[in-house]
């Protein structure tokens, strides 16, 4: 009994000793694991918000240099007082600020004084307002592009500014074209997140963020020299500019801080907050940084839950252990007092000793192994969710830079062919080779949230669709191509209406067209035609050139994605796979095949739509239709 009580009173104090180190232990560990688990998750979220907003941003940063070579805008600068100039403008800018979608468009002189703007006819017009103390108009009045994100002083709404100089054919700088776009309608359409995301300028003053009452606070206290600069340029006019209440920021890892905020009441911070862990993006060109701020609330509870499963195997081993002592003690006094007169029974009670002593190393070796196996299991699932994630990041990057690649090649032949309109003074061709380089530039935009929605189903509903219409709109996109090569084209006289998407057919037939003109790049005499047919509630489309054929091992993978026969640097291998998933989802066909007498056949099947009066386009009521093309050319 004596040492019974004794064992009793040791595993007592070990007990008390070695539980609270464990659960210290515990606690370190869990928490360590799961800040990193948080922050991980927060650097992937916060990717695709700084991806989303760099190009929302991004994309109107050649809007600027675009407008500064209509000589309109220096014939204005040129002659300031002309009410008849000032009015075209107004409204040419006016046009182009809602073709857009910017907020403002508007030019300024060498000193800084508005004479034309966008919103000339409204509420708030800038012109005649001055804006010569803000750093977009002294930067591009020293020749650069301007960019600058602040309030406006008229609006007060938040804006991203971009202003490029104005130049007389001498190349003297007359003023600068300025285009501001929105930051609230960026934020809004941020997608709900249990995170808290932020978005500071260069010196860490919140521009937008998922809390309201974080907007205009900054990161950090600013110094008088930055205050000084703000109210001087009225960047954030009528705001405080007051820093969040952290109480604690300090490193986690390489790339992130975990900072707690204190509550705020009227008169004050208050003690006890939320701690977050902090990690940034930097986007690289605009001077933003996008900021995530995960909440590692959630991380106390998992580390409770550690603790508690620690306490309780801990209590288990110690009633195990105390259990075991017990038995044995039990055992020894038995085997003493039995001694003399029990040989026989000495060594059966040693041997079954043995034997326990090995039936418990085995089960803590087969633990050990088990909680081993089960650590490399959750390691390989980490590591696979990581890979996932990286492979369609990796498919959407390949896909932007795929179907841009086309429209971008239009834009720069309509900006080479303007150039030299420019230069003979043939304005009104000039005029339309600006028109056709907005709308490549919004079709692009199209073709970007297309490609950023291509794995989901469509929401929106078919609509009817003049196929002839949609192949003269794609091969207008390659009409620089067809005519430097020499290309003789066939089209179809059947005006055909299929049920579809007219940016998605479109972007369709511009990748067969793309393949066919690639396939024959050693054709002596190329040539490409289009054949249209009805078959009952289908419309079939067959795009047939005179090229060598498809090889007979790549018929059966031609749409399969990544693969081409191309050399290294030709292609990618996504285009056909992506047309055919695009006339799939509209309920339609693509197939291939080699014709007998040579050359490549693609058919493309649409749902055929009901004929019906077409309105009149937007074009051709502004007297800019394109030019239609011949049956052959």
């Not at 019974?4 to 232990?25: D, E, G």
């Not at 998750?41 to 994309?59: D, F, N």
């Not at 002592?325 to 026989?344: V, W, Y």
């Not at 066939?490 to 049920?499: S, Y």
Request: charged share 25%; aromatic share 6%; hydrophobic share 45%.
């Amino acid at each position: 009994m004596f040492k019974l009580k004794k064992h009793t009173a040791v595993l007592a104090i070990a007990a008390v000793v070695l539980l609270p180190l464990l659960l210290w232990q515990t606690a370190v560990w869990t928490e360590r694991v799961a800040l990193r688990q948080v922050a991980e998750q927060a650097a992937s979220t916060l990717a695709l918000y700084a991806t989303g907003l760099q190009e929302a941003v991004g994309k109107y940063e050649a809007l600027p240099r675009l407008l500064a070579r209509d000589p309109t805008l220096a014939d204005l600068l040129r002659n300031p007082d002309d009410p008849a100039r000032r009015d075209r403008v107004n409204r040419a800018l006016e046009e182009v600020n809602a073709i857009a979608g910017t907020a403002d468009t508007y030019l300024l002189d060498r000193d800084g004084l508005t004479l034309a703007a966008s919103n000339w006819n409204g509420p708030t017009p800038f012109v005649g307002r001055s804006y010569s103390y803000r750093p977009y108009f002294q930067q591009a009045i020293r020749g650069r592009l301007g960019r600058y994100v602040a309030l406006g002083t008229a609006s007060g709404k938040r804006g991203y500014y971009f202003a490029y100089p104005v130049r007389d054919p001498g190349g003297e700088i007359l003023g600068a074209i300025t285009v501001k776009v929105l930051l609230g309608p960026l934020e809004a359409a941020w997608p709900g997140t249990p995170d808290r995301v932020i978005v500071t300028d260069s010196v860490g003053v919140i521009l937008m963020s998922s809390r309201d009452d974080w907007r205009y606070r900054t990161l950090a206290p600013l110094s008088p020299a930055e205050l000084s600069r703000i109210k001087t340029q009225r960047q954030y006019t009528g705001t405080s500019l007051a820093p969040l209440p952290i109480a604690d920021r300090r490193a986690f890892g390489a790339k992130a801080e975990r900072v707690e905020l204190t509550e705020e009441t009227a008169g004050g911070p208050a003690a006890g907050g939320e701690a977050f862990l902090l990690e940034s993006f930097p986007l690289r060109g605009i001077g933003l940084t996008v900021w995530s701020l995960s909440p590692v609330s959630q991380v106390r509870g998992a580390v409770t839950q550690a603790m508690v499963l620690a306490a309780f195997g801990f209590l288990i081993v110690i009633g195990l252990t105390w259990i075991w002592l017990q038995r044995r003690l039990a055992i020894r006094e038995r085997f003493e007092t039995d001694e003399r007169h029990k040989a026989e029974l000495e060594g059966k009670v040693a041997a079954r000793t043995r034997a326990l002593q090995t039936v418990n190393a085995d089960l803590r070796a087969e633990v050990a192994e088990r909680q081993k196996t089960e650590r490399e299991l959750r390691e390989t699932q980490a590591e696979l969710v990581q890979a996932a994630k990286m492979a369609a990041l990796g498919q959407l990057s390949a896909g932007i830079g795929h179907e841009l690649n086309q429209p971008l090649g239009a834009i720069r032949s309509y900006a080479d062919n303007a150039k030299v309109l420019l230069t003979r003074d043939r304005l009104p061709e000039v005029e339309a080779n600006l028109t056709q380089i907005s709308g490549i530039t919004t079709r692009m935009a199209e073709i970007i949230r297309r490609l950023k929605t291509f794995a989901r189903k469509p929401s929106h509903k078919a609509e009817a669709v003049c196929l002839r219409e949609a192949l003269d709109d794609a091969l207008a996109l390659m009409d620089s191509r067809i005519d430097g090569e020499r290309i003789e084209i066939e089209v179809p006289a059947e005006d055909a209406r299929v049920l579809a998407d007219p940016v998605r057919l479109q972007q369709t037939l511009v990748n067969l067209i793309g393949n066919a003109l690639d396939a024959m790049a050693e054709t002596e005499a190329p040539c490409l035609r289009f054949v249209a047919e009805t078959q009952g509630d289908q419309v079939a489309l067959q795009v047939i050139d005179c090229g060598p054929g498809i090889a007979e091992a790549a018929l059966d993978h031609v749409f399969d994605p990544f693969y081409t026969t191309k050399d290294p640097g030709q292609g990618l291998g996504l285009g056909l796979s992506i047309s055919y998933n695009i006339l799939r989802d509209l309920g339609g066909s693509l197939t291939a095949r080699n014709r007998p007498e040579g050359g490549a056949c693609f058919t493309l099947t649409l749902p055929r739509a009901v004929p019906a009066p077409a309105p009149a386009k937007a074009e051709e009521v502004a007297g800019l239709a394109p030019r239609p093309r011949e049956a052959v050319r």
